[in-house]
Each structure stands twice: as structure tokens, then as C-alpha cells.
């Protein structure tokens, strides 16, 4: 799971939205700091940025970079400290920033929090350098002996909370290596690189420090010395990280846990130091059982909690299942299906009897999940591990850190949340979809269904864990009101179309805000992350609007208003990638009819530079090359040209990447070299001249490179240590670019690769339901594809569409689909409903839905002929 998307589901129980709207919902006068429910000091300017409030005096004028000064602060002192600070800016009439209230300084320390931004609770802005080793000196002295945690970013001075870095100061922004628009600084020449933001303090290379910061870092440098010798980092979230590591004095391995002092909160407030020591506890009472870790050691360095554990050697319970997962083959045998059922019967009986006897020393395991459980490299023998969040049975207590697929819904208290656990367990380890209870508990019945479909199992032998999943304990939930079952509303089969694409669209409609400035319609976190996050086709409105007409589906006028207004003066900072900015909005409104306001759009992308930008289909030239291209023919004269004159320079940076041998950094149809090749057979198709199909041929072979054999001997995208098959980063969408190159030139080696790749989109079993990273993709490929037996097309074809059905999840009395990460309901293009729209409508409507510049084939024959433009 990606920690960062626990931060957005804070604010809303359906939908993912930035953290600082959860705040403002529940947000009043006591539950903000009096800094913040006072306003600013008089004459001075406020102004609110998702999470922070800043307060800028009359008449100052800041650098656009310099030192700036970070102060963190804990729950018991922020109020106190932010006080402090507040009077010596207005003393010294220093702009600042401060997060407002308890709720989010909270978030910005919780255990899943950004380590970059850990921490952060006042920002201060000297006037200039000059002035900057004054304001720090005073902050240090002032707020001395007061504590918080360390901001992993910065260079902490002295023991106190007072940290400094050197930044950004104004809103610029300049592309990353992945060409992502980050915050920017200048260096000597003027040019904008990044602002780099890491978990770790560094300094650009042109700048010297203050000789008063000399003593901090040194102190920094000179940091205390571990008693044991670590091999590798485990695992790190903002409380601390976890270690491998051995124990010079016997040579044995150990695990290293560590703990940040008021960093990595949990529910209850309790920061990893305090966690840490819970688990040593934990551990010393359950000493002797078989079970579960001893503790070997415990002691700290510089302030930093550690806690050696015994290594238990083995695998943990969610690679065991990965790696024999019967569903991961697209044809499992009635044999591989029965031993599977027969193991998981076995396992989950394994670890009920090692909670059990947590359970009789009078302890709750409280975070139990796939990834806690340790299990023997002959599988005889399973452990327990990670104790943090233990408490005494007797005490009833509530959760405060769980696995998204094993939370206990909040009025179970004490062993019933381990009961809970393992009740989702039972079903995990068949059908691993538990996480989808978290948006509709009620689907543990589709779940059990399924589950008896498949396997040999029956109803009444998971009648258990469904009911101690479905039931209530009458206790009330926190918010004091009591629980019940959630009713479930009837959603039509994702493959009864129209009726299925209606039910999306009425879903659709009612997610509508159109009265917020962010965003038309909720879905992905990527939403938050640029200015045009809302508005953009792969995660905003452009993108929602495209599925509908693809689809046939009524239009939303809201949401072409409301996108047809954010996008007459784009914010600073727009991105104009085709997925992420402005060329897949001028795209869309030109598609739809918007055609001024598409050329002003496109008139934006031609003044900006194309140097130093990525030469991928989802942010680079190849999006760009093609959206300009198609926008050229909406144009006339000079401005025609103009767009076909950057539409080229885009083609020509992008041969040039192929060519140079590194086109991109990642694989695959978005970020890939896949997408070039998409460029270059389209350009070949305007144009005639086969050297495009070359350039196209290299892009592929590059990427197929990157490629390694997988489940069924199928070629897939090595991914770091994944393999993947979906269309946005995967497999997936390097057959639907092969059957367009292959459509046009025969190559015998890339038709045996494109042979290869196809058992790995037929698997019977894909974690997401999206369009780039889930089932939906895979249905949109075959769809399209004319490889393959007809009749075993249509057979993956119905099976991945009730895979679809599984996902499905209801809105409003409508069809829905849980977007990244599934803890959260989405409704755009790259990841939720709508995707899965458009992919459904590809396979099922009667005009086949496509991809932009990825039209619908049916025949070889059906190309467009070199030279010919298609109408």
C-alpha cells in the first residue's frame, strides 16, 4: 500500500480530498489555535494555502529564495510555541506561515505522514541572507527548551525545535527528471532547478552556509554510534525506520526497529518512541511463546529509540500468497484451485492459534494483517510480529493502526478487532479484496459468493468470518452514534450495457461540485498535486468529460462549465502534458466543440519551452506532438502553422531521445519509450515515410528489453521488483502498440514478443479495477486487440468484466469504482469510474470507446493507409 493516500482519507468517507478540507469541515472555534481564530495582526495580510495560514506584514518584500527557518511543535506545546513565534514576527514584521489547528499538525506527524514535510508546524521567511542568522539565533534562544519533532528535511539547531533550510521563498516551478513541475529555486546562472525536498538535509552546491550554522553541522555529522551493524533498511514510515542487522559481538541477524521522538503519531496520539516501548512490553509479556519475536535488546541514540528483536527467519504471509496465488494464471486447474483452498484452510487455522495465544496472556494483537505474519520457509510454522500497537485485553481498548484491508469498523473494541482480523483473513487469503469492506462492509457476501465460485469451499464453512464480519456489537462507533450493517443498493452487471454505462453516469453526476475551485468531480490524490490536478484528462474533469462522449452518455453541463471557466486563466505552475495539463484539456474542449478557448489553451503550450521536458505520451513531447498536431487541424493560417510547427519540434525531441538511447526513465505506454513508438506509427501514418516505423520499431525493442518473463511464462514489465501488465505502465499497453506497428510492418521478432505478452493479460485475477493500473485496462486491450482466438477473447472479455462486478461499489444509486489503492472511492479517467467507463463501453457499446490517438481496430486492414490522413 502507498502510505500517502491515508493522509486523504481523512476528509471524506467516500472520496479522497486534501487533508486540510477535513479540518475545515469539522473546524471550530476551539479546534483552532487562537493564532488562527484571531486572524492576522492588524494591517498585516492572511491568506489560507491547503494547510498552511500565512500572515505577511505591509511593505515587505521577500527574495524569491533564501534561508528559511522551520519550527516543529507537539500537540501539548503548539499553542504555546506558535504564541512565542507569532510575537517576535510581529516584533520583527517577518511574514510566516503556520498550520492552523491541532487536527492537521497532527496528520503532518502521523506514522504514514510525508517524511519530507514531517514536522513542519511555522515557517519563517527572514527579510534577506543578512538578517537570517539573527531571526534563528533569537528563535533558538527563545524556544529553547521547548520540543518537537526533528524535520528530517532541515538542519536542527541545537536540542530545540528550531530548524533551517535553504529554499524556495516565491511560487516557482521548473520539471523534474520525470518531468513532474516541482517547486523551483535559481541557481547562479538564473536557470530553475528543483527544490530539492527529501527526507534528508542538503544544501544546493552554490550555497555556503553561515559560519554561525558551523557548530549544527558538525553536531549533525557527529551523531552517536549504533551497537549493531546494519545490513539494509526494511521498511520506513515517518515514526522511524525498520532494519536488518547483526550483532557484532555474536554474528547474529537481528531486526532493528526505531523509533522518532514525537514523530509517527498513532490515533491515540502515542509518537513511535512511546510505540516502541508498548511493543517491548508486549513482547516481554508474551516471552516463551513460539509465536512471536523475544526481545533482545532495547537502548537509544540521540534521542532515538531502538528496539532489537530476534531475527525469525521465513517470509511473511503476503509474498507467500503472491507467489502461489492460484487466480494469477488465466486458466487455473481444478487441482491448483482445491490445494489452495486446502493451504489457505490450514494457514488461517495456523495463525487463529498463534492470536489465541496472544489472546490468553491477556493481550490484543490490535494490527494483525498479511504483512505482520511470519511464515517458515517450509510453511510449518507461523509468527507474529510487530507488537506496537498491543494493549491489555481487559482495557477494551480501540484501534489506532491498522492495515486498510483488516480495520475494524470503530465500534469493536479489545480481542473483537483480532476476531475481525481474522475473519477478513479467512477470506484474504482466497479472494485478497478485503480492503473494499472499508468502503462497503457489505461486500463480504459478493466476496463469499465468488469465493464459492472458484473454489471448492462452501458457504457454510465461511459462514463464520462473513458474520463476524457483518455483525454489530451495539457499542457506539466514536462519533456516538451506533453502528448497524451498511445497506447495500443494487448495482446493475458492469457488462449489461447500457444499463451498467446509465448507472455510471448517474454515479458521475452526483459527485459533481462544481461550486469548488480544485476540482469538478473527486478522484485520485494526483488531483492535489498540481494546479491543474481538476481539470486535467487523467485525473479531472477533461478526462470525465471524454469518457462520456466516447460512451455515448448523456453530457454534464456543470462539468463543462466548471471546466470551461478553471481553464480561461490557467494558475502558474500548469503542467501542459497531455494526462497532467493543458494539452489533454485544449484536447478535450476542442473534441467537444470549445474551440476558441482550445486554441487559447494551445497558443499557452507553443510560447512555453520544450527543452528539459520529459519525451513521454503522459507530461512530454508525445503527448504534446500528437495533441498539437490534431489541434493544427482546428486552426487556420498562421496560427495552423505555428501549432504544426511545435507539434514537429515535439516529434523531432522526441526521435532525438530514441535515438540517444534513454528516451525515458520508466516503461511502458505513459512513461515509456512504448508511448514514442505510438508518436511515430501515427506519424507514419500521416506521412508515409518508414522511417518513423524505424523509430517506432527501436522504441518498442527498448522497452521490451525492460521486460521479464512472469505467471504463465508471460513477458511482463519489470517494474522495480513487480512485474505488471496493466496498459498505463505495463504490458498491456505495449501489445496495443505493437498490434498498431505490427498492423503496418511485419517483424518477426516483435510478433514472437507481442505472443508472449498475451498470457499475462489473461490472468483471472487483477488487485484494481482502473483503466491504467487495473482490470479495466486489460478489458480495453482485448477489446481492441485483433490477436488471438475470437472465442477465447469474448471468454477473458465476460471474466474480466465480472472482475469489474467484484470492484464495483455503489454511489448515489449508482454503478461506482474504488480508485488507487481502493480505499476510496474515484471518479476519473486514470483510475476510477470513469475509466472504467470508457473500458466497459469499449468492449460492450456499440461504437467501441478508445484511447486518445489509440482508435478502435478491428482488421489490419482497417489502418489508415500511409500518407492519408484518417476523418
Not at 494457514?347 to 505482520?372: C, E, I, K, Q, W
Not at 491498522?402 to 477470506?427: E, K
Request: with cysteine; aromatic share 6%.
Amino acid at each position: 500500500m502507498n502510505p500517502e493516500y491515508a493522509a486523504y482519507c481523512q476528509a471524506d468517507p467516500d472520496f479522497y480530498d486534501a487533508p486540510h478540507r477535513g479540518a475545515e469541515k469539522t473546524a471550530t472555534g476551539s479546534e483552532l489555535f487562537a493564532a488562527a481564530r484571531g486572524g492576522a495582526p492588524g494591517g498585516w495580510r492572511s491568506e489560507r494555502h491547503g494547510d498552511w495560514l500565512s500572515f505577511h506584514p505591509p511593505g515587505v518584500h521577500l527574495p524569491a529564495q533564501g534561508w528559511k527557518i522551520h519550527v516543529s511543535a507537539a500537540a501539548d506545546n503548539a499553542e504555546r510555541v506558535l504564541e512565542r513565534v507569532l510575537a517576535l514576527c510581529v516584533e520583527r514584521r517577518l511574514p510566516l506561515k503556520f498550520v492552523p489547528g491541532p487536527g492537521l499538525l497532527f496528520l503532518r506527524n502521523a506514522k504514514y505522514a510525508d517524511r519530507a514535510g514531517s514536522g513542519k508546524f511555522i515557517t519563517v521567511y527572514p527579510h534577506s541572507e543578512e538578517q537570517f542568522p539573527a531571526v534563528a539565533t533569537a528563535l533558538a534562544h527563545l524556544l529553547a527548551g521547548e520540543h518537537g519533532p526533528y524535520v528530517l528535511s532541515d538542519l536542527r539547531l541545537g536540542a530545540g525545535p528550531v530548524h533551517v533550510r535553504y529554499g524556495a521563498f516565491a511560487r516557482r516551478f521548473c520539471l523534474d527528471a520525470e518531468g513532474r513541475p516541482v517547486p523551483a529555486v535559481a541557481d547562479p546562472d538564473g536557470a530553475l532547478v528543483p527544490d530539492l525536498r527529501g527526507p534528508a538535509f542538503r544544501l544546493p552546491p552554490w550555497v555556503t552556509p553561515p559560519s554561525f550554522l558551523a557548530p549544527h553541522l558538525e553536531a549533525r555529522t557527529a551523531s552517536g554510534a549504533l551497537p549493531y551493524t546494519v545490513e539494509g533498511a526494511l521498511h520506513f514510515s515517518n515514526g522511524g525506520g525498520v532494519y536488518r542487522a547483526r550483532d557484532p559481538r555474536t554474528g547474529s541477524r537481528v531486526v532493528l526497529k526505531e523509533g522518532r521522538p514525537h514523530a509517527g503519531l498513532a490515533a491515540d496520539g502515542a509518537d513511535a518512541v512511546q510505540r516502541l516501548d508498548r511493543e517491548r512490553a508486549a513482547l516481554e509479556r508474551l516471552a516463551g511463546l513460539d509465536c512471536v519475536p523475544r526481545v533482545l535488546d532495547s537502548f537509544d541514540v540521540d534521542g532515538h529509540r531502538f528496539l532489537a528483536l530476534e531475527h525469525l527467519p521465513g517470509t511473511t504471509l503476503n509474498t507467500v500468497l503472491a507467489r502461489r496465488f492460484p487466480l494469477a494464471h488465466a486458466a487455473p486447474t481444478a487441482a491448483a484451485l482445491a490445494e489452495h483452498a486446502a493451504w489457505a484452510r490450514e494457514m488461517h487455522a495456523r495463525v487463529t492459534d498463534a492470536v489465541h495465544a496472544v489472546h490468553r496472556r491477556g493481550l490484543v494483537v490490535n494490527d494483525l494483517h498479511l504483512s505482520n505474519v511470519m511464515v517458515s520457509e517450509d510453511g510449518s510454522r507461523v509468527a507474529l510480529i510487530d507488537f506496537e500497537t498491543a494493549t491489555p485485553a481487559a482495557e477494551r481498548q480501540r484501534q489506532t493502526v491498522a492495515n486498510p484491508s483488516f480495520v475494524a469498523p470503530p465500534d469493536r473494541r479489545g480481542t473483537d478487532i483480532d476476531h475481525y482480523a481474522l475473519a477478513c483473513l479467512r477470506l484474504c487469503l482466497l479472494l485478497p479484496l478485503t480492503v473494499l469492506l472499508g468502503i462497503d462492509r457489505a461486500k463480504a457476501r459478493h466476496l463469499v459468493q465468488e469465493i464459492t465460485r472458484l473454489y471448492p469451499v462452501t458457504e457454510d464453512e465461511l459462514a463464520p468470518a462473513l458474520a463476524e464480519i457483518l455483525r454489530t456489537t451495539g457499542e457506539p462507533a466514536p462519533t456516538g452514534r451506533p453502528t448497524r450493517e451498511p445497506d447495500r443498493e443494487p448495482v446493475p452487471d458492469p457488462a449489461d450495457w447500457p444499463r451498467s454505462r446509465d448507472s455510471m453516469v448517474r454515479a458521475l453526476a452526483a459527485s459533481c461540485t462544481p461550486e469548488r475551485e480544485d476540482r469538478s468531480h473527486p478522484g485520485d490524490i494526483a488531483q492535489f498535486h498540481s494546479p491543474a490536478g481538476g481539470q486535467s484528462f487523467g485525473y479531472g474533469a477533461a478526462g470525465i468529460l471524454y469518457a462520456l462522449h466516447e460512451t455515448g452518455a448523456e453530457p454534464c453541463p456543470r462539468t463543462t462549465a466548471w471546466l470551461l471557466d478553471r481553464t480561461k486563466d490557467p494558475a502558474s505552475g500548469t503542467p501542459t502534458g497531455f494526462y497532467d495539463g493543458l494539452a489533454g484539456i485544449a484536447w478535450t474542449l476542442n473534441l467537444l466543440g470549445h474551440r476558441a478557448q482550445a486554441l487559447a489553451l494551445a497558443r499557452l503550450i507553443v510560447r512555453e519551452p520544450l527543452d528539459g521536458r520529459p519525451s513521454d505520451l503522459h507530461s512530454g513531447h508525445a503527448g504534446l506532438a500528437l495533441a498539437l498536431d490534431e489541434l493544427a487541424g482546428a486552426a487556420e493560417g498562421a496560427e495552423a502553422a505555428a501549432l504544426r510547427t511545435t507539434a514537429e519540434r515535439c516529434t523531432a525531441h522526441a526521435a532525438r531521445a530514441v535515438l540517444d538511447g534513454a528516451p525515458t526513465r520508466r516503461t511502458g505506454l505513459l512513461h515509456g519509450a512504448t508511448g514514442l513508438a505510438l508518436l511515430f506509427v501515427r506519424r507514419y501514418e500521416a506521412t508515409g515515410d518508414p522511417a518513423h516505423l524505424d523509430l517506432a520499431a527501436t522504441a518498442l525493442r527498448r522497452d521490451l528489453a525492460r521486460c521479464r518473463t512472469g505467471t504463465d511464462d508471460a513477458l511482463l514489465v519489470l517494474d522495480g521488483k513487480r512485474t505488471l501488465p496493466y496498459l498505463g505502465g505495463g504490458s498491456a499497453g505495449l501489445a496495443m502498440v505493437l498490434d498498431d506497428y505490427l498492423g503496418h510492418r511485419e517483424d518477426g521478432e516483435l510478433r514472437a514478443a507481442r505472443a508472449r505478452i498475451e498470457p499475462g493479460l489473461r490472468s483471472s485475477f487483477y488487485i484494481q479495477p482502473g483503466l491504467l493500473r487495473g482490470a479495466a485496462g486489460l478489458l480495453l486491450h482485448l477489446a481492441r486487440t485483433p490477436y488471438g482466438d475470437p472465442e477465447e477473447r469474448r471468454r477473458t472479455l465476460t471474466r474480466h468484466a465480472r472482475l469489474l462486478g467484484l470492484h464495483a461499489v455503489p454511489h448515489a444509486g449508482g454503478l461506482a469504482f474504488p480508485g488507487e489503492q481502493m480505499l476510496r472511492r474515484s471518479m476519473d479517467l486514470a483510475t476510477g469510474t470513469a475509466g472504467c467507463l470508457l473500458a466497459l463501453g469499449s468492449a460492450f457499446g456499440g461504437l467501441p470507446a478508445a484511447l486518445p490517438f489509440l482508435p478502435p481496430l478491428t482488421r489490419p486492414t482497417d489502418r489508415p493507409r500511409p500518407g492519408v490522413v484518417p476523418q
